[in-house]
């Protein structure tokens, strides 16, 4: 073995050692400095770390005992307003567990009740770019907002995604790979496909 590889291995080694103490220091909790910046963090609460993006923490409120996995990226309201404190945009409810890579972008309301699972790299919005001009790019037409909420005690499948307008009711399984466009949909139900539709109700 070259002593370029006796060097790799003992810093990968290294590495893989320190990892989990970072993970387990890097993570927010409620007494950390960084919890101190969101609305509301709750008791037992934990975001893993890395994050991937976090801002407007001053209108996310996050409920007790509620696990957010790594690299999740959360945002409430425009970049500009990051630093804006009020009445909350996301909120979070009690004793969920979201994914690790979860997206919640809001801008209007995305309410989460209690008790909710999810699935990794799921992603949750209430804001759409419009797209009626023929002769702009969508990304720079004016954005449309409605708001989203899902239920207590629904589970979202691994890569679910849940549009603006889509009112999920309680203990509600959204599919894995699913697409909930703008709709009310039933408690004790089964959604799945793309754009989703019930499947099966309980």
Known sequence: M????S??????????RVWPKI???????????????FGHFGDGSMIGFPTAVVFGEGRISIGDGTS???YASMSAGMPI??????EPIIVIGDRCT?????????????????????????????????????DEPIGTQMWHNDPVSIGSGSWLGHGAIVLPGARVGRHTV????AVVTKGV??????????????????
């Open 81 to 86: 307003h990051a630093e804006a404190r009020g």
């Open 98 to 134: 979201l994914g690790k890579g979860i997206g919640i972008v809001g801008h209007d309301r995305i309410d989460i009740g209690d008790d909710i699972w999810t699935g990794h790299y799921c992603y949750i919005s209430d804001q759409n770019h419009g797209y009626e001009n023929l």
């Open 23 to 37: 993970q387990r220091y890097g993570a927010i909790g409620p007494r950390h400095r960084r919890a101190r910046d």
């Open 68 to 70: 957010i996995g790594p």
């Open 7 to 16: 060097v790799d291995r003992s810093l990968g080694d290294a590495i893989h």
């Open 174 to 177: 959204i599919a894995a790979g």
């Open 2 to 5: 070259s002593l370029r590889d």
């Open 185 to 202: 949909y039933p408690d004790n139900c089964v959604l799945a496909g793309v754009p989703a539709r019930i499947v099966k109700q309980l």
